[in-house]
């Protein structure tokens, strides 16, 4: 994967983190465990990180998954975004 003109390449299959921030809904961590789940089946649940705001508004959650390529990292970027619920993806 080749970011911006710096030439940073990834060498897969590697853990890669993502973080997906979103309203602080059960809804909102049900969407992003099931994509993960599509597109990464057998993630480590466990290990999954939440950190709500200030407030209690809004959670991110840190995901590690197994990346195989940057196709999956599209497909799951994309389909995380199919819920209103989510705000970013990083």
């Given amino acids: 994967m080749t970011a911006g003109s710096d030439d940073v ?7 890669y983190p993502i973080k997906v921030m979103g ?14 789940e599509r597109h990464a089946p ?5 290990a ?3 950190r709500d705001s200030r407030k209690g508004t809004y959670q991110s959650l840190t995901v590690t998954i197994t990346a195989t ?5 599209r497909a799951i970027f994309l389909d ?11």
């Fill in 9 to 15: 390449t990834i060498e897969f299959p590697c853990s």
């Fill in 23 to 36: 309203r602080r809904e059960a809804a909102f961590r049900a969407h992003v465990l099931a994509v993960m």
């Fill in 42 to 46: 057998g993630f480590d649940r466990a």
């Fill in 48 to 50: 999954v990180t939440e």
């Fill in 69 to 73: 390529g940057e196709t999956q990292l």
């Fill in 80 to 90: 995380l975004k199919t819920s209103p619920l989510v705000h970013m993806v990083l």
